[in-house]
């Protein structure tokens, strides 16, 4: 049946097989009360308040809870029900703040609007005289219970949305509320203040701290993780004032994590933004004005040869500034060294995923999660560095989705898995290979898939005959039976999808990792349809399109290779200059040229390498024997501290533009607010410089003229256009102006053609534990901030709920080093050292101990190693020997 026909109030309505009566007056227009009801909530019926009368059917059904059933005949206006509706908000009222004038959510308040549908405008119960203590101790809202109306929402929010399960409701009866696990503040509570509760409140119970109702939204997309997000920006008076979820957004359906939701207004309006272009001047950065500092530097940077100069662009700024960037750095500077931070995070799954399928990118969309029956997350802490991915992944698992995760961490996702392999870091290789050798004996493979699809299997499988269970075991420190469960579990539920991230990508063996999970989608068929798929989380909000651009030394945008004689034809033709054949240097390699001599000029946009680079300690040295250094950011960063010239550049709220997420779909980026100060686009300040140094073809006076150039040059963005974006988000490959995006990759054939099984052998990190150095580190993300901290430490909330760094220390590894919770530590590799607050958990591993890489107080990297994958150049960042020693008393 493809309808349900119903009547409502003698209107005929046909809806969807499944709806409710609620969803299929909705539908209609026509308009039910209610107070608990959410799209994105199961049904619920606590409210009482959409009662309706349905012909055969006793009482006084919820419409909420009643499914519409063909012939169905519904009254949603008697005196009956009417009544019933007046009397559910007279007590409320009679329980509720009379403050209406004064109240945050006046006339966006739904009670008051419920009140007002059904005629009430006296108080007909006498008031109650209870009075509860507001809890203020989130730095981002307030729950105040004397608004609450126990309509649930908040609970069932954080449960079925944010499956944290952060507050409850408590006792009964009149004494009913909202509460956190032994009733403490929400700050002492396992909120991740994501704020889904809030945006759900109908009443003023949950509210923002700082309440300014905007005069307009802009909508735009997130700045943070490379989920993409869509945002809807609150503008008054030239500032943005409030950030809300685009629930049209197909990435993230009106969701946002903490920093999407919070942590945004403070950094575009800090103080510490650069408004003007600075000079150095006798040892001083000093204001200057625009002509004054594009001049210098195109003057100076005229006046060395291309193999003299490195450019390192950014995976935060857009699609059009990181083309615009390695333009200038091929057609102008006539260099290849250009580079970006998918060096430092996703180079191997560009290089690995290109050799196994042909396209190194994530295969489906975040939408096809809810399809798939298992989900393998592998390297990937995605409630903290993908946080509404974590969302949609938890949602399948509620739905019945199958869960494996490997980890060395016991991160939060663990709680929702049905199998946990905990094996060693760096050794993901030789735990997914003894899970293919399972699935291959045991006959669990897709042989007609493989047979139609697929390349050098019988080359693949001889590869795993010698390899031993037992090996793997010793290796992972996963028991051989949990590997097993694990195999056949993801081979018997398909589709099954794989989520990776920067657990599987940093490390010197990165690339094999890639080719791993290739390998185990291809032999178990989970390629080319819903649900299933190799998918690699981006870190940041545009390392997808940085690459896509060609901010890499080996490719133009589309990844068309710089050393293809005809591509460097079509790429000279289209510029009207010659280029450089020969591929350029990576980021980590630009560095070590600079420490060297042999790279005399840098130019550095919006990238913080003292901070994000592997021993981190050695780039100050290398940029200072830099006889040039020019740097585009917000701040003054660490890194911009020590150029010679730093010209400031416009947020992402103050320009038009793209970012291309994780999925591969490209998003507008649209101006809400003015430019800060004299702040510019990149794009405009790279075009610029290359102007006044001689080159032709960089006069755009938009951002969408340069989509057009993109699209002209790199087929995969063919059919893409700002007007085309402006109905709505496009996923590449995109041919034509006709096509409709591609959420699926090879569906039919691999982009390759036949998808390439390569054998592979296990192969240990490049730095071991020993004696000196008898712990493992490991390095992530923290939930709360986000890359080297240049935007999210300027939020103050942010800062509340982490403002220092911590060394994650397993309690047996502690006891044995007489540190205890707080203790002031040094940890020390054979790079550097630096101090933290100890942190001890059970969620490192015995021997591991993990730190995160925000905070320039504690520079993480300054430990790690800069041993590299000898495919990618990947450093190994995810693993180093390190010593733990006590420093100080607690903080």
Known sequence: ????????????????????????????????????????????????????????MRGLPTACTTVAT????VRTETAAVNQARRTVIDLLIADHPVDCLTCPKNQRCKLQEVAAYLGITQQRFPRTDRSLEVDTSNPFFNLDRNYCILCDKCVRTCDEVAGVNAIEIADRGYNSRVSTFGDKPLMASICQSCGECVVRCPVAALIPKDVMPPTQEVATTCPYCGVGCGLYLGIREGQIVSVAGDRQNPASKGQLCVKGRYGIVQFVHHRERLTRPLIRRDGRLTEASWDEALDL??????????DEIAVISSAKCTNEDNYVIQKFSRAVLGTNNVDHCARLCHAPTVAGLAQSFGSGAMTNSISDIADAACILAIGSNTTESHPVIGFEVKKAVRRGTKLIVANPREIRLVQFADIWLRHRPGSDVALLMAMMKVIVDEGLFDAAFIRQRCENFEDFKESLKDLDLGFAQKVTGVPQSLMTEAARMYATSRPGAILYAMGITQHSHGTDNVIATANLAMLTGNVGQPGSGVNPLRGQNNVQGACDMGALPNVYCGYQKVDDPKVKEKFEAAWGTTLNGTPGLTITEIIEAARQGRIKALCLVGENPVLSEPDAGRVPEALSKLEFLVAQDIFLTETAELADVVLPATTFAERDGTFTNTERRVQLVRKAIEPVGDSRADWWITGQLAQRMGAKGFDF????????????????YGGISFERLEEGGLQWPCPTREHPGTPILHTKQFTRGKGRFLPLEYKPPMELPDDDYPLVLTTGRSLFHFHTGTMSRKVTGLNIFKGEEEVEINPRDALKLDIADGDRVRV???????????????????????????????????LTNPALDPVAKIPELKVCAVRVEKAGHPA
């Open 1 to 56: 049946m493809d309808s349900v026909r119903l009547n409502i109030n003698g209107q005929d309505i046909s809806a969807k097989p499944g709806m409710t009566v609620l969803e299929a007056a909705e539908s209609a227009g026509i308009y039910i009360p209610t107070l608990c009801s959410d799209p994105d909530l199961e049904p619920y019926g606590g409210c009482r308040l959409c009662l309706v009368e349905i012909e055969k």
């Open 701 to 716: 006076d938009h951002p969408s003229q340069i989509m057009d150039e993109i699209a002209s040059l790199t087929p995969s």
């Open 297 to 306: 530097v195109a003057r100076r940077l005229s006046s060395y040869r291309g």
């Open 828 to 862: 020390i590799s054979r790079r550097g050292e630096v101090l933290a607050k100890a942190m001890v958990t059970p969620v490192s591993p015995v021997g591991v101990v993990f730190m995160t890489f925000h905070f320039a107080e504690s520079p993480t990297n300054r």
């Open 70 to 73: 063909e012939g169905m005949v």
